[in-house]
């Protein structure tokens, strides 16, 4: 079945009885929504929604139930398999479920957790993608997660695992020298050992870094630094999470690309970031 959602001449899937739709809903900007989140939203009994989703996304569900199932900061996991069941009953009670989840569901979210734990109560699912952090976050600081002119690859990395501490399973060493750009989501409590690991594994103290906080939203702010200085500059400037964490020389591209209060008329930004010569206009 389908339903119609405000688009001339597209037609939307049905959100039925019994259902669970895990669904990103992007950074923090409500504009970072995809379609299908919106008909999602529009069809939705209940909206079981994370600390990082914004309220006036809700406003957009307001025929349903909001409830609020926010953990923040790898605290242990006792509460997500109560999150999960509850996701199953709700289902099994008849409603329209939507789980909707800061980001990409599938991104660092426990969406798998989630996705898994429904499915082997043979509880149907929909996954909706959703615009990651390390990506439209990064985008929203004037930093291309990716680059033809500094990097042919990027690792996503989380500093927390599962007790909360930083990953122990994580290869530094390989990622520090396998990987010319690090993304790094729920960095902040870890930083201190994290940029010394990095360090550690050949990452010079130079290294530019870019710390997003609450990215997309309006009070987002982007500090740029160093390895070597992150820890004293997160400090000094009073940052808190959620923030991504760039490493890596992309984000010198933000002296170019830094998109947030730009008008026209503004001098051309004939700048030279790498320092390796102006970018190939084609090929
Ligand atoms: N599924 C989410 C990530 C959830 S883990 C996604 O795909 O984006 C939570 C972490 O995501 C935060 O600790 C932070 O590192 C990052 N994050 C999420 N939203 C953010 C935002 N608006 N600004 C900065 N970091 C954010």
Redesign the pocket.
């Known amino acids: 079945m389908t339903t119609t959602l405000t688009l001339p001449g597209q037609t939307w899937p049905t959100l039925e009885p019994g259902w669970v739709w895990l669904c990103?809903a992007g950074?923090?900007d409500p504009g970072l929504l995809t379609l299908h989140a919106l008909n999602a939203l529009q069809q939705a009994d209940v909206v079981i929604y994370d600390a990082?989703v914004q309220e006036e996304i809700l406003t957009w569900a307001p025929q349903a139930e909001h409830i609020y199932a926010g953990k923040r900061g790898g605290k242990p996991s006792a509460k997500q398999r109560d999150i999960s069941l509850r996701l199953v009953d709700l289902a099994r009670a008849g409603k329209r479920v939507l789980r909707l989840?800061?980001?990409?569901?599938?991104?660092?979210?426990r969406?798998g957790e989630e996705a898994q734990t429904l499915v082997q109560h043979g509880v149907p699912i929909r996954i909706i993608p959703?615009?990651?952090?390390?990506i439209?976050?990064l985008a929203y600081a004037g930093i291309p997660v990716t680059h033809r002119d500094v990097n042919q690859s990027v690792t996503f990395v989380?500093?927390h695992d599962q007790s909360g501490n930083t990953p122990g399973s994580l290869d530094w060493q390989a990622i520090s020298k396998g990987s010319q750009v690090i993304v790094?989501?729920?960095?902040?409590k870890h930083i201190a050992q994290i940029s010394a690991a990095l360090i550690a594994a050949g990452r010079g103290v130079g290294e530019p870094v870019a710390v997003?906080?609450?990215?997309?939203?309006s009070e987002?702010r982007v500090l740029e630094t160093t390895l070597g200085t992150i820890v004293a500059d997160i400090n000094d400037a009073g940052l808190e999470?959620?923030?991504?964490?760039c490493v890596g020389q992309s984000v010198k591209m933000r002296q170019v690309l830094d998109w947030q209060g730009m008008a026209a008329g503004d001098a051309p930004r004939d700048l030279d970031p790498l320092g390796r010569g102006r970018p190939a206009e084609s090929a």
Do not use: C, E, N, R
């Not at 989840?101 to 979210?109: E, L, R, S």
């Not at 997003?212 to 939203?217: D, I, K, P, S």
């Not at 999470?241 to 964490?245: G, N, Q, R, T, V």
């Open positions: 990103g950074p923090g990082l989840k800061g980001g990409d569901p599938f991104v660092f979210g969406g959703g615009i990651s952090a390390g439209g976050g989380t500093g790094i989501y729920m960095g902040m997003v906080t609450t990215a997309t939203t987002q999470p959620p923030a991504i964490i």
